[in-house]
Protein backbone atom coordinates (compact mmCIF):
# COMPACT_ATOMS: atom_id res chain seq x y z
CA UNK A 1 0.00 0.00 0.00
CA UNK A 2 1.50 3.41 -1.08
CA UNK A 3 2.24 6.22 1.60
CA UNK A 4 1.15 8.78 -0.98
CA UNK A 5 -1.58 9.92 -2.93
CA UNK A 6 -3.18 12.83 -4.52
CA UNK A 7 -6.82 14.59 -3.89
CA UNK A 8 -8.18 16.18 -6.72
CA UNK A 9 -9.04 19.41 -4.89
CA UNK A 10 -7.97 19.81 -1.07
CA UNK A 11 -8.77 22.78 1.36
CA UNK A 12 -6.31 24.03 3.00
CA UNK A 13 -6.67 26.69 6.05
CA UNK A 14 -2.88 26.96 6.87
CA UNK A 15 -2.41 30.69 5.61
CA UNK A 16 -5.70 31.85 7.49
CA UNK A 17 -7.92 31.54 4.91
CA UNK A 18 -9.77 28.48 2.75
CA UNK A 19 -7.25 27.92 -0.06
CA UNK A 20 -8.06 24.99 -2.90
CA UNK A 21 -5.31 23.89 -3.91
CA UNK A 22 -5.54 21.05 -7.20
CA UNK A 23 -4.15 18.46 -7.30
CA UNK A 24 -2.65 18.27 -3.92
CA UNK A 25 -0.14 15.56 -2.63
CA UNK A 26 -0.93 13.62 0.55
CA UNK A 27 1.48 11.78 2.38
CA UNK A 28 0.43 8.94 5.25
CA UNK A 29 1.99 9.66 8.47
CA UNK A 30 0.88 6.94 11.14
CA UNK A 31 -2.81 6.53 10.76
CA UNK A 32 -3.53 9.74 8.99
CA UNK A 33 -3.18 11.21 5.79
CA UNK A 34 -1.87 14.66 5.55
CA UNK A 35 -0.75 17.49 3.11
CA UNK A 36 2.51 17.99 1.33
CA UNK A 37 3.21 21.45 1.08
CA UNK A 38 5.99 23.93 0.76
CA UNK A 39 4.33 26.95 2.34
CA UNK A 40 7.08 29.18 1.04
CA UNK A 41 5.89 28.67 -2.47
CA UNK A 42 2.21 28.45 -1.86
CA UNK A 43 2.35 31.76 -0.13
CA UNK A 44 4.34 33.26 -3.21
CA UNK A 45 1.43 31.34 -5.59
CA UNK A 46 -1.31 32.77 -3.29
CA UNK A 47 0.07 35.90 -3.05
CA UNK A 48 0.34 36.73 -7.24
CA UNK A 49 -3.34 36.03 -7.45
CA UNK A 50 -4.69 37.57 -4.50
CA UNK A 51 -4.76 41.44 -5.47
CA UNK A 52 -7.14 40.03 -8.40
CA UNK A 53 -9.00 37.87 -7.08
CA UNK A 54 -12.94 37.91 -8.02
CA UNK A 55 -15.23 39.45 -5.39
CA UNK A 56 -13.92 41.41 -1.93
CA UNK A 57 -11.26 40.60 0.28
CA UNK A 58 -11.27 39.17 3.66
CA UNK A 59 -9.97 40.62 6.71
CA UNK A 60 -7.49 37.52 6.85
CA UNK A 61 -6.45 37.76 2.88
CA UNK A 62 -5.84 41.58 4.20
CA UNK A 63 -3.47 40.52 6.90
CA UNK A 64 -2.11 37.38 5.33
CA UNK A 65 -1.12 40.42 2.09
CA UNK A 66 0.32 42.82 5.05
CA UNK A 67 2.23 40.32 6.72
CA UNK A 68 3.17 38.62 4.09
CA UNK A 69 5.36 41.77 2.79
CA UNK A 70 6.04 42.64 6.69
CA UNK A 71 4.47 45.54 7.27
CA UNK A 72 2.60 46.89 10.55
CA UNK A 73 -1.28 47.95 10.40
CA UNK A 74 0.41 51.42 11.25
CA UNK A 75 2.73 51.29 7.95
CA UNK A 76 -0.09 50.10 5.64
CA UNK A 77 -2.53 52.56 7.02
CA UNK A 78 -0.13 55.24 6.32
CA UNK A 79 0.77 53.99 2.48
CA UNK A 80 -3.05 53.85 1.66
CA UNK A 81 -4.16 57.36 3.80
CA UNK A 82 -6.01 55.20 6.73
CA UNK A 83 -6.17 55.14 10.58
CA UNK A 84 -4.52 51.94 11.52
CA UNK A 85 -7.62 51.36 13.38
CA UNK A 86 -9.29 50.81 10.03
CA UNK A 87 -6.77 48.18 9.59
CA UNK A 88 -7.45 46.83 12.46
CA UNK A 89 -11.11 46.46 11.52
CA UNK A 90 -10.67 45.29 8.25
CA UNK A 91 -8.83 42.32 9.79
CA UNK A 92 -11.31 41.74 12.51
CA UNK A 93 -13.99 40.52 9.79
CA UNK A 94 -11.57 37.35 9.69
CA UNK A 95 -13.26 34.95 6.51
CA UNK A 96 -15.72 37.30 5.84
CA UNK A 97 -15.34 40.20 3.80
CA UNK A 98 -13.71 43.65 5.09
CA UNK A 99 -15.57 46.33 5.73
CA UNK A 100 -13.21 48.42 3.50
CA UNK A 101 -14.32 51.03 1.15
CA UNK A 102 -14.10 49.47 -2.51
CA UNK A 103 -11.56 52.68 -3.70
CA UNK A 104 -9.55 51.76 -0.73
CA UNK A 105 -9.42 48.19 -1.66
CA UNK A 106 -8.37 49.04 -5.30
CA UNK A 107 -5.63 50.96 -4.06
CA UNK A 108 -4.56 48.04 -1.56
CA UNK A 109 -4.50 46.05 -4.42
CA UNK A 110 -2.49 47.86 -6.26
CA UNK A 111 -0.45 47.98 -3.54
CA UNK A 112 0.12 44.83 -3.11
CA UNK A 113 0.90 44.53 -7.52
CA UNK A 114 3.10 46.91 -7.30
CA UNK A 115 5.08 45.62 -4.23
CA UNK A 116 5.09 42.31 -6.43
CA UNK A 117 6.39 43.98 -8.99
CA UNK A 118 4.18 43.09 -11.76
CA UNK A 119 3.74 46.31 -13.28
CA UNK A 120 4.70 44.83 -16.65
CA UNK A 121 0.20 44.28 -16.93
CA UNK A 122 -0.43 47.20 -14.19
CA UNK A 123 -2.63 49.25 -16.23
CA UNK A 124 -5.11 45.81 -17.17
CA UNK A 125 -5.15 44.82 -13.65
CA UNK A 126 -6.03 48.36 -12.38
CA UNK A 127 -8.62 48.74 -15.27
CA UNK A 128 -10.15 45.01 -14.15
CA UNK A 129 -10.28 45.98 -10.56
CA UNK A 130 -12.00 48.97 -11.49
CA UNK A 131 -14.77 47.14 -13.26
CA UNK A 132 -14.40 44.42 -10.54
CA UNK A 133 -14.93 47.12 -7.55
CA UNK A 134 -18.81 47.35 -8.85
CA UNK A 135 -19.34 44.03 -7.76
CA UNK A 136 -17.19 43.42 -4.34
CA UNK A 137 -20.05 43.61 -2.22
CA UNK A 138 -22.89 41.78 -4.53
CA UNK A 139 -20.05 38.59 -4.92
CA UNK A 140 -20.52 36.04 -2.27
CA UNK A 141 -16.69 35.09 -1.13
CA UNK A 142 -15.38 31.66 -2.79
CA UNK A 143 -12.21 29.84 -1.29
CA UNK A 144 -9.41 30.84 -3.29
CA UNK A 145 -8.46 28.23 -6.20
CA UNK A 146 -4.38 27.40 -6.48
CA UNK A 147 -2.37 24.87 -8.67
CA UNK A 148 1.35 24.56 -6.97
Known amino acids: MSNKKKKKNYTYNGLGFPVVIEEAELRKVGDKWLLKVDIEKLSDE???????????????????????????????????????????????????????DPHVEIMFRALMKLMLHQESDFLSFFKSMMTESKKFSELKNKPLNIAI
Open 46 to 100: VMKVLPAKPGGLTGAEIRFMRTYFGLSRRSLASELNVSHTAVNKWEETGNERAKI
